[in-house]
């Protein structure tokens, strides 16, 4: 980054103009810092919110929570993995208020290590009991389900594997594909790993090094897919639907299998949120999170472009969604998913 102004200059003011800018560029954290309304984190009213969601989702209720409030948002915005790591390394330190993450592990891997507060009872109240963790210490604020997404135009639905289990046969050598460095798809094998057991999840990733074709995020497997690279591929369901409203080019060829009958690949990631017991702005915190998770703040996901599941304040999903209670979901207790387990077993199969 290029400093507004010279290095070589010795004047005080020089001097004083970098020591400012130091101070700035220490203080930006994960991510991009944006604002909400016209002040900074640092004032009374105003709360930090670590982002790992969709930025623009999030803005959006941030916007909307600063216009009903007057309580102003900045948003540090990083993925799952990399924010959570932050907030352990900060500790009590953390200049954090709030925390949003995609999938569950990261959640657990913070509230592990001891540092939320516990969520307000209207809140708590406002989430389904299989969309929270059993500990209460963070809520879920939006869901996405696993989908084997596949070339319609090369598999007939008879073709199609009947549980994610079946890709690890020898049958589907080079024809299937997943995005294995993502959060996303960690969180898929952290439920393998709390429904079939360390020995059958090891088994299968073995079997998946051999078997898949790697590629760098689900959006970039999915086209890989709509290309014909390969057969199908595992990802969530909203990358279909957002391609879909948009232009549809890289996934005109894709339709959706959902594995159902509580198949570890029927998988629904609950998105999460908690406070930092370390907030100096306990109440605005908890305030922002009862609003991602009401009427509000359900309905902006709703009606919004991410094409999440809402799971709260019984707000509908998007009429092209499949409904969640159709999906026949595994029932998996979020708080015991196990991030550090399945980067190690991930790693032990030569897929990290």
């Known amino acids: ?13 020089g001097i004083a103009a970098l020591t400012v800018a130091v101070l700035a560029l220490s203080a930006c954290g994960a991510g991009g810092s944006t604002g909400s309304g016209s002040g900074s984190a640092g004032d009374a009213d105003g ?3 670590y982002n790992a969601q969709h930025e623009s989702l999030t803005k959006s209720w941030a916007d909307a929570f ?8 900045t948003l540090r915005s990083g993925d799952d993995s990399e924010l959570a790591a932050q907030l352990v390394q900060e500790g009590k330190n953390s200049p954090a208020d709030v925390f949003l993450t995609e999938n569950s592990p990261a ?5 592990n290590a001891g540092l939320f507060a516990d969520i307000d009872k209207d ?3 406002q989430v389904p009991e299989q969309f929270r963790p059993s500990t209460n210490k963070w809520t879920g604020i939006a869901a996405r389900s696993t989908v084997f997404a596949y070339n319609k135009t090369k598999l007939s639905t008879d073709q199609l594997p009947k549980s994610i289990m079946d890709l690890a046969a020898p049958a589907w050598k080079d024809r299937w594909a997943a995005s294995p460095s993502g959060a996303d798809f960690q969180a898929i094998v952290s439920a393998m790993l709390e429904l079939k057991g360390e020995d059958a999840t090891l088994s299968w990733l073995k079997s998946m ?10 959006s970039t ?8 690279e390969v057969d199908g591929a595992i990802i969530y369901h909203y990358y279909y639907f957002g391609d879909q409203a948009k232009t549809g080019e890289n996934s005109n060829n894709v339709a959706l299998e959902y594995f159902k009958n509580q198949d570890p690949g029927a998988f629904i990631s609950i998105s999460g949120g908690g406070v930092l017991a370390s907030s100096k702005h306990q109440a605005q915190a908890q305030q922002f999170l009862k609003f991602v998770t009401g009427k509000a703040g359900q309905t902006i996901l709703q009606t919004g472009g991410s094409f999440e599941y809402p799971v709260a304040s019984d707000v509908p999903a998007n009429d092209k969604l499949t409904p969640l209670a159709d999906l026949e979901a ?3 207790d979020p708080a015991k998913l196990n991030s550090q387990k399945v980067s190690e077993l991930m790693t032990s199969a030569g897929l990290l």
């Open 1 to 13: 980054m290029k400093l507004p102004f010279k290095l070589a200059s010795k004047s005080a003011t």
């Open 47 to 49: 709360i930090t919110v």
């Open 66 to 73: 600063t216009k009903e409030t007057g309580i102003k948002v």
């Open 107 to 111: 959640m657990t891997q913070v509230e």
């Open 123 to 125: 809140t708590v109240a």
């Open 209 to 218: 090094k051999e078997n898949a074709k790697a590629y760098k995020g689900n």
């Open 221 to 228: 497997a999915m086209k890989a897919v709509n290309a014909g």
């Open 330 to 332: 595994p029932k998996i």
